[in-house]
């Protein structure tokens, strides 16, 4: 058996208990990649001495894809991770639809979205390429289930597909939450499948209860049979909390994925 992925893990998920500075070196230590989100909250000094691969980080602060003022904000805000971004060297900047406030509700919520939304969106996403290719870094346009985060617009994989294959810029991918499409829509394997072209990063965590791979209904051991057989060599994150010691859990997400 061999670990045929490029494994990685959310830090802001797991040992809650303690600094984030020691779960970095921990997850590095046990051989992951580090998910982070929000860089305000980081002590960046601390964090470059580690020397970890930070395969994700959320890349922006605020702002929304589908309307000016909003754009105009997201783009700032980006302009300014992608600074982070390039001093931790983090592979990939992650995009919402809109900004997610307390608990992931999304700051600004729309049960419809029209087409002029889409336009629109489209356009932000151009100019997020257009900024990412001046920088040198990647963004990636992650989906979310409704239940969730309710109006939140773009979430579904469905619209993350066609916003990102409409764009089809290298400097756009998929973050592919595989838990996010296990509620909002389900039938993993295929979703991966249509996606596969654009993927960036595929993260994961079982449901109910948004643990490890094994604490739930998902079998991710299959889903990581066809992302082999479909020839998905990327980054698997697992964005996910712990069902008990959080060693173990990284345990169960790499037997998952190591075939």
Known sequence: MSQTFQLAACAEMLWLDKPRDWRVARLTEMGFGVGLWNWPELDLGKLERIGANYTIMNGYLEGRLADDVGADLLLESARETAQIGKRLGVDRLNLHGTGLG????????????TGNMWLKAQDTLNRICDLAEEEGVVFTLENLNLLDHPGCPFGSTADVLALVSAIDRPQLRINLDLYHTQIGEG????????????IGEVQVADNPGRCEPGSGEVNYAAVARALNNMCYRGPVGMEAFAAGDPDDALEAFRSAFTL
Request: aromatic share 12%; glycine share 8%.
């Open 187 to 198: 039938d993993l394997i295929r979703w991966c499948e249509k996606c596969l072209p654009w």
């Open 102 to 113: 307390d608990g992931g509700i999304p700051i600004w919520q729309h049960e419809t979205v």
